[in-house]
């Protein structure tokens, strides 16, 4: 079973369980994660290949193994509109749905930590909730999101 196949066994969304059955954390995010964010993200990670997977909607999910890391940034960059799970070396996933109103960054306990240590992503999801071009059913969607993917 590949990465994306044990995380996403719907096809579609992360699978809260599975993250947990694996013994990881996860935190969501507000938006999407920036070409500039997933390079300081692979900096703390470390070296080595990344994998990326693109899915669409009623299409087969693609796999890109084995790229750098300017190479993953700039594929996110180009495939912004799909569903996207990027692989870091050491476990650190990113998990960027099509619609842009959240990701889900997710694995290891102490790699999260070190992730909020370095403050690459310094809006809060909480504050994001509370963004005045919410609807109030747009904050809830993203407050049940927010209780989802919020694994410790």
């Not at 938006?31 to 009623?58: C, N, T």
């Not at 997710?106 to 963004?131: C, K, M, N, S, T």
């Amino acid at each position: 079973m590949d990465e994306f196949a044990r995380f996403f066994p719907d096809g579609d969304m992360l699978d809260p369980q599975a993250v947990r059955a694996a013994g990881l954390a996860a935190m969501p995010l507000p938006e999407l994660a920036s070409h500039d964010e997933i390079l300081a993200l692979g900096a703390l990670a470390g070296p080595g290949p990344m994998v990326l997977w693109s899915h669409e909607f009623s299409r087969p999910t693609q796999a890109h193994p084995g790229l750098t890391l300017p190479q993953a940034a700039t594929m996110a960059d180009d495939l912004w509109a799909y569903d996207l799970l990027l692989a870091f070396p050491g476990g650190l996933r990113l998990w960027m749905p099509g619609g842009h109103e959240f990701f889900v960054l997710f694995g290891p306990a102490d790699q999260l930590e070190a992730v909020r240590q370095a403050r690459i992503f310094d809006y809060p999801y909480a504050e994001y909730l509370d963004a005045p071009h919410h609807s109030p059913r747009a904050r809830e969607v993203l407050a049940e999101i927010g209780r989802r993917y919020s694994i410790a």
